[in-house]
């Protein structure tokens, strides 16, 4: 079936530090994928999506390219902030029979220190 | 604002005891589902609905009932709780493009 690995974390970085929060997947066919946030407390936010191969997704600095040839979709962002301290989820979906069901990692705690 | 409302937010039961966990969504999808979260688990889809009246079972339905009467509604309903049911619970709507909005969740703890 369909999964997802994402990089272990807890991840913790200086402000103004390089992020990469590392993903891959396994899908038949032709998935789409996401990464989720979820701030403290609060449910997930997308952050970014792509559709096909190929395509980046940006938001908010935050960059993400899908890659069918190594099936990861690596997230990036080029200097960091306090402010995206939160949990970040790699995920995708392969529609089936009208199920929009969405296949999580396990997440990675971002903490961000001034 | 577009928007999907759960209820409650927090939740102390003891086993046995039926509860029902409300959902919400304001922007007419067709599409709704809950997750549950785990650590370490990530979160894993119970049950979703594609329409009015149309529900099934995800990957971990074991446990619980759904309904979906209204196109705005999806109550989650867990009719003899156990403590293997304590978890981070979300709910979910879909839109275009296979994106979905999730709610704040819904912490259960079943003692």
């Known amino acids: 079936g369909d999964s997802v690995t994402q990089m272990e974390g807890p991840v913790t970085l200086s402000e103004e530090a390089f992020l990469t929060i590392n993903c891959t997947y396994t899908?038949?066919?032709?998935?789409?994928l996401f990464w989720y946030v979820q701030y403290p407390g609060e449910g997930l936010q997308l952050l970014l999506k792509?559709?096909?191969?190929?395509d980046k997704g940006s938001n908010k600095g935050f960059e993400a390219t899908y890659r069918k040839e190594t099936t990861s979709f690596h997230l990036e962002k080029g200097s960091v902030q306090v402010s995206d301290s939160a949990v970040y989820f790699c995920?995708?979906?392969?529609?089936?029979?009208?199920?929009?069901?969405?296949?999580f990692g396990t997440g990675t705690r971002l903490t961000i220190i001034p | 604002e577009a928007q999907v409302t759960q209820n409650p937010r927090y939740l102390i039961t003891v086993t046995g005891k039926k509860l029902t966990v409300t959902c919400s969504q304001n922007?007419?999808?067709?599409?709704m589902s809950w997750y549950r979260q785990d650590p370490g688990l990530g979160l894993r889809q119970i049950y979703y609905s594609m329409n009015v009246e149309v529900t099934d079972k995800g990957d971990v339905p074991e446990g619980y009932k759904v309904s979906r009467k209204e196109k705005r509604n999806f109550p989650l309903i867990l009719e003899s709780p156990s403590p293997n049911q304590t978890s981070l619970y979300f709910c979910a709507s879909g839109g275009d493009w296979n994106i979905q909005y999730f709610g704040a969740g819904t912490r259960l703890s079943v003692l």
């Open positions: 922007m007419n999808h067709e599409y």
């Open positions: 792509a559709t096909k191969a190929d």
């Open positions: 995920a995708l979906s392969r529609s089936n029979f009208g199920n929009e069901k969405l296949t």
């Open positions: 899908a038949t066919g032709y998935p789409s």
